[in-house]
């Protein structure tokens, strides 16, 4: 227990001093996990679209495979990534490795399934007289598929925090393709590794506070933004 | 007077399951046409047809002699249809009755708009920032109108519009709707279970039955059970104990749907001396309305628990004094019902 | 207006995102701590050198003599030799003598420079359950053997694995890799003497690391150094640059500048004089 209030006033100390690794850990851990979302939501959101929207021959097949990645585990998702970006690797020449990118494209590879998945099952359930509706009133098919879209905004909410949640917590790919690398790839998770590695167990325990801030933070400013849409 | 739609050759399958055949129908510019029909008869697949918002597995429309696939996004977008129990975008109400003219990208003056179309349904300007899960059916029912109002469309497709709503709605809907097809001669196609409002107001009368067009005016179904003897009659027994006997029954089972037009039941004075002839059944004049050119009289009479429907010249109705409660001789021309 | 103030607070926070992915785009070259633009060198270290904070302390002065940001990804010495057959980095500074001449012979890496060294000790609770204390290590790993008594090892193919494992081999013949007191962590070099002290086992450490945990537990200390001056029990620290022939896109001069910097008479009296709790943990022996 006393690690524990050991490691929340060192959270605490940590974010006052302004301690460069730990500030530039969470620039890069935020940098990141964003990108990584944002992109898993532009691809995401069409294709879950499609998914769930029309019919067509292999669609279960394709549900079957979606749903199969959800399960994928992070560090098999590193590894591939690793034999990718590894200069031996096919795309070595685009000198990716132990970079911010290289995490992004990991954590992307984590998050599309989620979103697509998630998009999917939204688009699903959506009230089957919806369609009939945008039609009748002139929509063309990109307005019919922002709508709906839009219809389902909530659940694409509960869809972008549960991939969120998964890529800003995620440790497997940060660590094999960005190498935990002090100032340029070291994120949240990875400095976490590391100074349990160390058995610097409080600041561990402090970074970790710092991550569930920021996961409160974006719940939070997610569900003002629901609140404002409810009105 | 020019045609607007042209439907040659309609099927409508889904799954294999045939839920429309259309053999030829025509539709004029500029008229209010009535649909009627139980659920299932295949009005919303039609509707669905004519708004351009499904196509036939076979057969061609034709709109103002083009093609259905030649046609323009914006002439398509001239036929504008209110579904049955219609969808409200999880927005506004402005949002919502703004949305078509945004899809069009045409947003000139669009509050005022808005506000204007809101008011032809009997809403004001503060009903505008509520939102839709706020709204009661008949006020949902009426902004949806409103988001069809605004399109000014050349075609307007109602499908039950007045049917689970209050009084008050369904009165302020078919003022709107009728307020449409005199600001902007849009031509109107509605179905209802109203059938006062529809005999009222119709140019034109089609009764769709188990996806086939079954008549231009309007049709009596006669429900089972019937009851077949060993020489090929039957005969409906009603509450009352009345029977309706058909010789030559062409029922294929006890709870086969007979149908007829109205033009084949007729209605007479209590023992009228014609009507003795042809053993009619008892009824009641249950309510008498006027046709639209006000030369005929649609009658609902009560058989005990089946209303059926006819309609009589006006000066029949002076000579027999049909009024609404008196006791009448009902006869039914049974040679002419069509069976399902 | 509500909605407004959301409205900003939404595209603020986007603004935000993108400011700092473009800090990230520059961050290649300008560093937090630095101002240097001399380009980046990429080491692959093992985990000792990191957690002992050496290279913390060295990384800033490198630069700033050099001008060249130096980046490194701390991991088990076997795995810095797989990274540097892949050509994922460009220098290497590790400490497994015989896997390094065998990487350099086979023309893997080349430059092949001793920097710095330490002893390898065993510790072990300071209760000395299988009572070792103050025997060379073969006799010690032979009656912790005998007595079955918890011992502790990296099993990660690290550098000090790789010792680890020759001592067995020399003290009783084999890895007592099956038995169940013999327990292979997986992890770094802190985490397994700390698991160690939890379950009152034994481990082989570097003395650097040793002293690092020492200084972090203090008083709470419950582990002793064991065995320690033996012969044998060497760890000599070298730094490899990955052969441009195999790798044509290794940075080898600033490869080199680091290799030149790190046997230089200044950086070698700093790594001497790099000291915790008082103590020194590598002494440099370059050219030596």
Redesign the interface.
Known sequence: MSLFIDGFSQAIELLASGDPSVYSAITATLTVSSWSLAVSLILGMPLGFVLGYYNFLGKQVIRTVVDTLLALPTVVIGLIAYTLFSQSGALGEFDLLFSLKAIAFGQIVLGLPIIVALTAAQVESVDKRLYPTLIGLGATQKQVLLTTLSEVKFGLMTAAVAAYGRIVTEIGISMMVGGNIKYHTRTITTAIALETGKGEFTTGIALGMVLFIIALMVNISLSALKRGWMR | MSELFRLEKIEKRYNGRGVLRIEDLSIDDGKIIGFFGSNGSGKSTLF?IL????TPTEGKVFYDGIESKKLS?ET??GI????Q???L??RSVFENVA??LK??GDIVNLEERVYEALNLVGLFKNFAPR?WSRLSGGESQRVALA??LI?KPKVLILDEPTSGVDVGSAQLIKEATFLAKEKWNTTLMISSHDHNWLNLACDRKITLFKGEIVDSGVVNLLFGPWRTDSSGNCEKIFADGQRLKIFKCKAKDSNAVGMLSSDKIRVYQKNDRVSIEKSPLSGIVKTLQIDKNGEHIHVEVLIAEVLLRTTIPLRKMHRYRLYPGESVDVCIDTKSIFWY | MKLAKLKIFTISTVLLLVAGLQAEGTKDTTDVVSTADAGALMMATTTSTDNTGLLDYLGPKFTKDTGVTLKWVAIGTGKALKMGENCDVDILFVHAPASERKFVDSGFGADRRQVMYNDFVIVGPKSDPAKVSGMNQNEALKIIKEKKNPFFSRGDDSGTNKKEISLWKKAVGAVPEKSDWYVQTGQGMLVTINMAAEKNGYTMTDRATWIKYMSQKGDNNSMQITVEGGNGLFNQYSVITISKERCPKVKTNLAKKLTDWLVTEKTQKDIGDFRLLGQQLYVPNAGK
């Open positions: 669905n708004s351009f918002v499904d996004m398509k977008r504008v249809m209110l579904p129990n219609p969808y975008l999880k949305y078509g899809v069009r939102p988001a069809r399109l």
